[in-house]
């Protein structure tokens, strides 16, 4: 839905690059496939990106046997690559460099993402929760700055460097979320993109987290993680404020994103079942819809951005 909210030239690039992204994006997702697979296909990907001489023969190979529309994704990627090079140059150029630092990056987590630990595969510090964050989410802001800016005008060369100062925080912000509200899910299929580091400053270690005998100090975590994710949605926020208001339909496409997770991580916060791995945390259907008109209605007044984002930060 979010990207059909853009113009039609700058839409067909953005979603694009969201293919490239998801094809490597589901050599991660694939650990069947093992590392050192994983980390062939991925540093190919990234390397043939720019190049006709690859196909993506050996993801054909790797996923023509898998069920799935991500495995099916996998396997055409030659006519995603097919599309990638019928784009503007100038569009391409501002894709290739963050797709392939997001597909050698998850390659470098395919090899050294964690470590085991109670059964799980948990990152070890912060800083591998950021870089992580970055490789997966802070490289696709960068990306769409990038594309926006060739795709509007207003944006001017001093403005993008301000946006582009904001993008790997807003990526960042998302992504977070995103780990925050999947805590449980994650956790079931043996990952935690919990640092063991917050876990041990709470003075638990990962396999507790979901242990009711250690229910406040695994509340003390994800608070942690929470009020990490809060500091990078206000950069979004200023990300958000800075497009220029002629750039609309633009502030709707990023506003969209920031507030459905500005309204996530607040149910997040106060979801005394977060870490149940029965229970899932999202915003109703309901909230879905409002969110989008209200977005609408409001993008281009910055005063009625922030007051909205204050309104969904507390609601």
């Not at 093992?34 to 990234?46: C, E, H, I, N, P």
């Not at 991500?70 to 090079?85: I, K």
Request: hydrophobic share 45%; with cysteine; net charge positive.
């Amino acid at each position: 839905m979010g990207i059909r909210l853009l113009p039609t030239r700058l839409s067909d690039s953005v979603q694009t690059a969201y293919l490239l992204c998801r094809i490597a994006d589901t050599v991660e997702d694939t650990p069947a496939l093992g590392a050192d697979r994983q980390v062939a296909l991925l540093t190919a990907f990234g390397e043939g990106l720019d190049s006709t001489a690859y196909q993506g023969d050996d993801l054909r190979a790797a996923f023509a046997e898998r069920a799935g529309p991500e495995a099916d994704l996998a396997a055409n990627a030659q006519r995603v690559l097919g599309v990638f090079r019928s784009l503007p140059a100038g569009d391409r150029a501002a894709v290739t460099p963050w797709v392939r630092e997001m597909a050698f990056g998850m390659a470098e987590f395919a090899r050294l993402a964690g470590t085991r630990q109670d059964g799980f595969t948990a990152l070890a510090s912060v800083a591998d929760l950021d870089r992580y964050c970055y490789i997966v989410a802070g490289t696709v802001g960068h990306l769409l700055t990038g594309l926006f800016r060739r795709h509007h005008p207003s944006i001017s060369l001093e403005r993008f460097d301000r946006l582009d100062a904001l993008a790997t925080s807003f990526g960042l912000g998302l992504q977070l979320t995103n780990i925050i509200k999947d805590v449980a899910d994650d956790r079931r299929r043996g990952w935690s993109f919990v640092p063991q580091e917050l876990c041990q400053m709470a003075g638990i270690h990962s396999g507790e987290l979901d242990d009711p005998a250690h229910a406040a100090q695994a509340r003390q975590v994800m608070h942690m993680l929470i009020a990490k994710a809060r500091g990078h949605l206000e950069d979004a926020l200023r990300y958000c404020l800075l497009l220029p208001r002629r750039a609309w339909r633009i502030r709707i496409f990023c506003l969209t994103s920031l507030y459905f997770a500005v309204a996530t991580l607040a149910r997040a916060e106060r979801d005394p079942r977060l870490l149940d791995p029965t229970h899932k945390v999202k915003i109703t259907r309901q909230q879905v819809y409002r969110t989008v008109m209200v977005t609408h209605a409001i993008a281009p007044s910055n005063a009625l951005v922030r007051g909205y984002f204050r309104h969904l930060a507390t609601a």
